[in-house]
């Protein structure tokens, strides 16, 4: 069930990614992420990027979990980025 979830969010956004003024975009001009984190309600303190897609993703079986699965998936794609150029663990709290 968790690969089908995840195979469908990854058919939401097309490589190659671009980052651009705050913005995370796919090949496609479609929004991915960005970092407009600052006045959202609750406050996430910790926060530095947004998951964006949730007005295409919202009226498809499983919104919720599919949503989820675009998350982290760029959270894993980060985390082997940042370990590929020697970025360790990142000594987080």
Known sequence: M?????ARARRHFTPPFRFVSGYIWD???EMVADDHVIGEDPPQPDAVLRVRGW???K???ESEALYDAVGR???EALTRGW?????????GA
């Open 59 to 61: 009226y498809e079986k």
């Open 83 to 91: 370990e590929l150029r020697g970025g360790g663990d990142g000594g």
């Open 73 to 75: 998936a760029i959270a």
């Open 27 to 29: 090949a496609n001009g």
């Open 2 to 6: 968790r690969d089908d979830i995840e």
């Open 55 to 57: 007005g295409r993703m």
